[in-house]
């Protein structure tokens, strides 16, 4: 194991040990008073670290281009490690800052498939270790009647009490998964599935930077078993940048609704979502239309104002004590170009996730899922005449077809605060090319928490 990778482990085994009693109650409220976990904190300090390997053996390669998944045997390393700060302000509002070490690459530095195999790999990578400041936000939660709910002690998260029915608030930077399009059983790959077309709708081209982080403020509201969020993000300033547009002239509008179920004595969750995206980007035809002489088509040479507008459905619903299942579909505006996220015009996605209780072992759980992404017409003759994307782009697109990936893993707790996980996937037509593939991929999963 490289050698910063090994420091970034053992900062993090020393922050586990260190970790016992984190957290402060108030000065008026006793922590005899009530039970460690939900006593009113003023301030917290959490952390988590990861480090994903994974493997892709050689695969079938009879072309490649400059945004290909390499044809030959290779192995990636990412490692982060984060701190959760939280203090409480007044009444109902609190300041998150989440301060973050990372290192590492994705395979093919995040290239190659349109559903990228790894959540944890960024779109930027480094080989020494890199301090970022992912999240700076405030959060102020407005009651709306006197019914209260208990909040666990967690990351972003200070123990307490909240009102029932609430409106929350969040301004500041962080991601926009942390508000959006969430779900319990796939949308964090330190903890369930790895794939971005998995833990993601794929579909959803969500405002954020090459890290996946954005400026933004998004209003929550909580009314029963309902929720209704709206919110508007800062984009790139330009698609797939390090930096943000915080004027706001890129931005994105966002909005879910979400109704909490019960089916057949389970509990489920629905939401749908919609989003629009205001920036300058480019249409596909446009750019094949400009393209002279047999040159590849350029998207920075057409881009100009335009909208793109998408929708997903996004399910999770309980079946039986330790059974999940999921479900996700979306859809974009084809003719326009992806700008943060990835080329993914449509998707649908689905899987399960049992508890080890099943089978004699507790602590133990198993997922399995299946992706299958599309991309337009007007997106497959730009890749087919040798366009570049945000992740894909094989130089040609002879024999397109749909990306189909397969994901499954097990993971096995190694004490109360770290797991191991084991992660396989099958990818079909990586890149939405028949020609290349199929690729098998293969990863070690260590986190740990605290």
């Keep these: 194991m490289p050698r910063h990778f090994l420091t970034a482990s053992v900062l993090c085994w020393i922050g586990l040990l260190a970790s016992t009693g984190l957290g402060a109650t108030t000065a008026d409220t006793p922590s005899s008073a009530t039970t460690p976990s939900t006593a009113p904190e003023s301030w917290s300090l959490h952390g988590q670290f990861t480090l ?19 044809p030959e045997a290779s192995t990636k390393e990412t490692a982060d490690l984060t701190l959760y700060l939280g203090a409480r302000l007044w009444t109902g509002a609190a300041f998150y800052l989440n301060p973050e070490i990372d290192q590492g690459f994705g ?16 779109k930027v990578g480094r080989s020494r270790p890199y301090l970022r400041w992912n999240r700076a936000f405030l959060r102020q939660v407005i009651g709306l009647d006197g019914d209260t709910e208990t909040v666990e002690a967690g990351a972003n998260a200070l123990a ?8 929350t ?44 982080y954005s400026v933004g403020a998004a209003a929550d509201g909580q009314f029963g078993d309902w929720s209704l969020r709206l919110g508007v993000f ?83 619903q309980q079946w039986a004590d330790g059974v999940g299942s999921f479900a996700r579909l979306s859809t974009s505006d084809g003719r326009q170009e992806a700008y943060d996220f990835t080329e993914i015009n449509r998707s649908v996605a689905g899987g399960l996730v049992l508890q080890g209780r099943l089978w004699g072992a507790p602590q133990h759980r198993w997922g399995g899922a299946v992706a299958v992404n599309a991309l337009s017409g007007a997106a497959r003759r730009y890749f087919a005449a040798g366009g570049m994307g945000i992740l894909i782009g094989d130089g040609q697109l002879p024999h397109a077809g749909s990306e189909q990936i397969m994901e499954t893993w097990y993971a096995v707790p190694l004490g109360p605060q770290a797991t191991l996980t084991a992660d396989w996937q099958h990818i079909a037509n ?21």
């Design 52 to 70: 994903v390997s994974q493997h892709q053996p050689a695969f079938r390669s009879p072309h490649a281009g400059a945004n290909s998944l390499t």
């Design 169 to 212: 608030l969040s301004a500041g930077k962080l991601s926009v998964g942390d508000v959006f399009d969430g779900n319990g059983l796939a949308h964090d790959p330190r903890a369930d599935f790895l794939n971005w077309s998995i833990i993601e709708s794929g579909a959803f081209d969500y405002a954020a930077d090459a890290w996946g």
């Design 234 to 316: 800062a984009m790139s300033d330009v698609p797939n940048s390090v930096v943000l547009d915080k004027t706001f002239r890129q931005h994105e509008w966002v909005a879910e609704v979400e109704h909490r179920h019960s089916a057949w004595g389970q509990p489920g969750v629905l939401r749908l979502l919609a989003y629009l995206n205001r920036a300058d980007m480019a249409r596909y035809d446009d750019a094949l239309r400009r393209a002279a002489g047999g040159a590849a088509p350029e998207l920075a040479a057409v881009r100009k104002r335009g909208n793109k507008a998408g929708l997903a459905l996004n399910l999770e």
């Design 430 to 450: 990586p890149a939405y090319n028949r020609d290349r593939g199929p690729v098998q991929l293969l990863a070690l999963r260590l986190h740990a928490e605290f």
């Design 107 to 122: 395979l093919s530095n995040t290239l190659g498939a349109a559903g990228f195999p790894s959540g944890e790999a960024y």
């Design 160 to 167: 307490g009490s909240v009102p029932a029915n609430r409106l």
